[in-house]
């Protein structure tokens, strides 16, 4: 008996409401320390970035993403539990991460995703919530790292950004249970310090000068002096190792031969001694700088290899696609590098998603957003309902291009770690749209910046009286935010773990 036009129609229906309804898979791929102004579709200057423009093109960009805390371990348990670092007990980079504490990985376990972690982990404490983990050993080496498993430490040789990536593919292809959904974390260690590149891309910028930012000689005036009392400038705090002036002690011969062939320590560029003044600022500039971006070349390497894993296996309709890093980066703005200030370069963080069929192509969002919302839209994209506990908001709205009428008008930034590398003072601080108010509240001082007259953050404006109301307006903003996010007074003494100059130049 044949079918009816009919009865064909509707079981056409039901079996597209099935294939929407199947449940969504989540690639979240991590970089630490990843400036987005190294990020061509964010307009970089120095690099180019074809892959994770990819995911610009075919998704979206965010223009205002932040972070909570602007440093590498409090970013990375914000994101696991959707909670400042003072309720997550992460304040700090030497503080171990409770890892039985409510996690969005456990709560994805708990409704059936399998889930995984690969790469750069960092929190001191084994991963919990994933069926699958495979970690480097703290910070990890950019050469041959030894990882580690829940069957004990396993070595490997090789690049450490292409490792990461070779075990990731091997997950998703042999490693898991292929009728279930998967969310999966490929965390890559680079860029962070000390920058060292893969074989494929040691001469890349060889012979050219990257472009200075301008801020590349900033006086820090018209701030108050935390701008001018740290430890991370170009001029005076690069290491020897950040300058390549020694080779890394744990290569391969093959791979300290290529090693040499690139850094030749005949070559006169190492005679740092005979530069001076402006000169050697620039020498070590370029060489910072050009060594940085070749490790971000590997990284949008590997995340080709990703997205073209996706494509050919037939995963990219049902899997969305996340990029974004643990916080900002200095790329020689105010003369640093590094992070952990409120300043913009270290409190933004290049934030891009890819969703085949629901976001669409070439979409550009400038909402406020944290990373504080990244573990309430895993589990909004994966079904799962948010624990009433958690402080962030799902970002799903906005990926489809619709945006709550509540949406936040306002972010809290709140950093702790001082006495510590670097001589970062201690501050708190609200950023709005167009204004930025900071608290170093170990000083009782405070900055004001009006971000569109002034959005390098050269010339605080507090305390002057066409600023008042809106001053009045930011600290009664500030109290509140501090209020709903529950925030505690920070007592711990100043005086504590004080380091030489010396030690902080090896961190």
């Known amino acids: 008996m044949k079918s009816s036009p009919i009865f064909l129609f509707a079981f056409a229906l039901a079996f597209q409401a099935t294939a929407v309804a199947k449940p969504l898979n989540v690639l979240f791929i991590f970089a630490d320390d990843h400036a987005y102004q190294a990020i061509s579709a964010y307009g970089s200057n120095r690099n180019k970035t074809p892959n994770i423009d990819r995911l610009a093109e075919e998704g979206m960009i965010f223009h205002r993403a932040f972070v909570t805390n602007s440093i590498c371990a409090p970013s990375r348990a914000v994101i696991l539990t959707g909670k400042h670092s003072h309720l997550n007990g992460q304040l700090t980079n030497g503080m171990r991460f409770d890892g039985g504490q409510q996690t969005f990985p456990k709560l994805l376990q708990k409704s059936g995703y399998q889930t995984a972690m690969i790469g750069k982990w960092h929190l001191k404490s084994d991963p919990t919530g994933f069926d699958f983990w495979q970690v480097l050993q703290g910070q990890g080496p950019y050469y041959n790292p030894p990882m580690n498993t829940p069957d004990g430490v396993k070595r490997i040789t090789g690049y450490t950004t292409d490792i990461i990536t070779d075990i990731t593919l091997d997950w998703l292809e042999k490693g898991r249970d292929k009728d279930k959904p998967f969310f999966i974390m490929s965390q890559h260690k680079a860029p962070h310090r000390n920058w060292q590149p893969g074989p494929k891309h040691l001469n890349k910028y060889d012979g050219i000068d990257l472009p200075e930012p301008e801020t590349l000689r900033d006086d820090y005036n018209n701030r108050l002096s935390p701008a001018a009392n740290q430890t991370m400038t170009i001029t005076s705090h690069l290491s020897s190792n950040d300058l390549k002036l020694r080779a890394p002690g744990n290569l391969t011969p093959e791979q300290k031969a290529k090693w040499n062939a690139a850094y030749d320590p005949k070559n006169k560029a190492f005679e740092e001694a005979k530069l001076e003044g402006d000169e050697l600022l620039k020498w070590k500039y370029q060489r910072y700088v050009k060594d940085y971006l070749r490790c971000i070349d590997s990284v949008d390497e590997n995340i080709g290899r990703l997205l073209d894993y996706l494509d050919k296996s037939g995963l990219a309709e049902n899997t969305i696609v996340i990029y974004s890093s643990d916080q900002g980066w200095y790329l020689g703005e105010h003369g640093w590098y590094d992070k952990r200030w409120m300043y913009e370069e270290s409190f933004r963080t290049p934030l891009l998603a890819r969703w085949p069929g629901v976001i669409e192509p070439g979409s550009e969002n400038h909402d406020l957003v944290q990373n504080l919302d990244y573990a309430e839209t895993f589990l909004d994209l994966c079904g799962v309902k948010r624990p009433k506990d958690m402080q962030g908001e799902s970002i799903v709205p906005l990926l489809k291009g619709k945006k709550p009428k509540d949406w936040r008008e306002s972010l809290y930034y709140h950093y702790y770690e001082f006495p510590g590398a670097h001589s970062v003072r201690r501050h708190y601080g ?69 380091k030489t100059k010396k030690n902080q130049k090896k961190k």
Request: overall charge negative; proline content about 6%.
């Open 430 to 498: 609200v950023r709005t749209e167009t204004h930025k108010l900071i608290h170093f509240y170990n000083l009782d001082g405070w900055e004001l910046y009006d971000l569109e007259k002034d959005p390098n953050e050269l010339n605080s404006v507090y305390g002057k009286p066409e600023y008042a109301a809106l001053t009045k307006e930011l600290k009664e903003e500030l109290a509140r935010l501090r209020k709903l996010y529950q925030v505690p007074e920070d007592t711990r003494p100043v005086s504590r773990q004080k």
